[in-house]
């Protein structure tokens, strides 16, 4: 599905150059479901970006269903992002001015996909927001937010998701629903990455990559 | 990104914001209804001038003292009878001559009276080179003249204040204190040139032995304008060439003195005016264009506002697959559509502009037929939409160019 190969990150802050990420070596399978877990500033969301094709790596190899991302250009990668990869935020990012619906069809929008109505309530319903369409995310809990956000991200039928501490800004009960959504999901044979501080969330999965200091630490 | 999901998109996003939106669009919208206005009041203006100088006839030169202008009423005149009788015969490109003397005087008709009515000593010719109309009667005719008859040809202002819906011919009217018979009225002119509608003709003959005494500076045969018609346009030049050297001779001017007349030639004079009023036109639609650049600049503005306010749904819109040309369009069409409601509201606001300036025209006596010239339209708005996609470009520039995990994290 994914291999990482010895990708370092540098971030530069004026004169001080900032080693984010320092050589990390992975790979994840297709169907698997992984979290990542590590302390702040460990690197997380830094490694969450390159596999997401937000950003690009200093140096290393990304291969991503055998396409070399780390050699492609901006335009290609908006397209990997579209096509490939379905994203979901700990604060959810979803457009505040529309609708759940108008939020869930943004994807197919840029996919220049037709019947994107049809789609977009199809996957609602899957996340059971049937009934919350034409709200907008002002309008809608927090739990539900993020299912908006989810059904966003499951959209363009994508080949992985990654999610960014989905269940930061969420109290223990809706996680658990969120992460039932996940779990479901994996079953289904969806790969997913999530990040997360908390270990009984990390349980969700089979496997835990830990990050220390832009390093893996541990891997089981 | 199919081309009508950047419109919607763009447009939603309008939507979203209603009163920035319409606010920002006043900008380029009052900018475009002065620009409208100006154009088609200015064709209007170009039209009733061209109407003007058409019911003067062309081929007219007119000859007057040099200190004033065509009416030369009341003006210390250096021009005589003789003067025009010798244009009349010694110049070839000329077909007629009508000298023309003119005073102030009061003329009175039933329990009617206006002072300060300018009567005008004319012969036969006058109607012939002015082009005169007749809507009663007849004009003033050689026979009056020779025979010093005490007649008179009404201007349709006067007919129409002295004697209402009745018909003039015939009845008589005192000017100056003397008994005249109306013998005709003339056609209305409109707000013309020679103020015909208001004046009053009579023979020149009459005119010397009943009126000439009222006038400063006459010498009893002095004339205030002499209008001459030249055989045809091609030969208006070489006329005035002749009457400056006739007129030149007979009053003695030496080489190197300055004439003591003015020969005038229509045709110029309009060119003249035409331009001059053209160039009028052009500053005020450059003052009047200059508001759609500040409108222009109030997009860009907002626009700019409008990146940076919207920083992170450009980077979530960049996450979930936009591309650097999506977000681009996006903006563009924003300040393209801001500008083009601007300009399309702006040319209705500058009709009605308009339109209100016509009916105040009416009621003030004048006819402005406008006319909104197509090109006008076009030109505002393509200006407009073109200001806008400039002044949208380089907020546009900036969204597409921002890097998606910046502006996501973006507070
Ligand atoms: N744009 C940036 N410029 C400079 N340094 C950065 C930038 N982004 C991240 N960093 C640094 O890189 C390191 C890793 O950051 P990252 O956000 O990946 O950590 P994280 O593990 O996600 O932390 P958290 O659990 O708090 O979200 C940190 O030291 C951070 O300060
Ligand atoms: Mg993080």
Redesign the interface.
Known sequence: MLELENITKVYKAGQTEVPALRGISCRIESGEMVSIIGPSGSGKSTLM?II?C??KPTSGKYRLEGVEVDKLN??QL??I???KIG?V?QSF?L?S??TAL?NVE??L????ASNRRQRALQVLESVGLAHRVTHRPSELAGGEQQRVAIA?ALV?NPSLILADEPTGNLDTRTSQEIMSIFKKLNEQGMTIVLVTHEPDIAAYTRRTIKLRDGQIEASE | ??LW?CFS?AL?ALL?NKLRSILTMLGILIGVAAVISVLSLGSAQAAIVEESFATLGSNLIYVTPPELGMSGVGAQTTLTLEDAQAIAQNAPSVRNVAPMAQTYAQVVAGGESLSNTIIAGVTSKAQVVDNYGMAQGSFITDFDYGARSRVAVLGSEVANTLFGEMDPTGQSVRIGGRQFQVSGVLESRGTGFGFEDMRVYIPLSTFYTTLATAQVGSRGDSVNMISVQAKSGDLVESAEQEITDILRVRHGLREGEDDDFRVLNMASVAAQVTQVLGILQLVLAGIAGISLLVGGIGIMNIMLVSVTERI??I????????????ILIQFLIEAATLSFCGGALGVGLGWIIVKIMSVIATNLGFTLSVTLPGYAIVLAVGVAIFIGLISGLYPAVRAARLD??ES?RHE
Do not use: C, H, Q, W
């Open positions: 970006n997401g937000l950003d901006d335009d908006a397209e992002r579209n096509k994203f935020f990012n457009l001015r529309t108008a943004l994807p929008i840029y996919g220049g966003r363009n | 990104m199919k999901d998109t939603r979203s992170r749904e980077g979530l819109r960049k996450a979930v697959g936009a591309k650097r040309r999506d998606p995990i996501l």
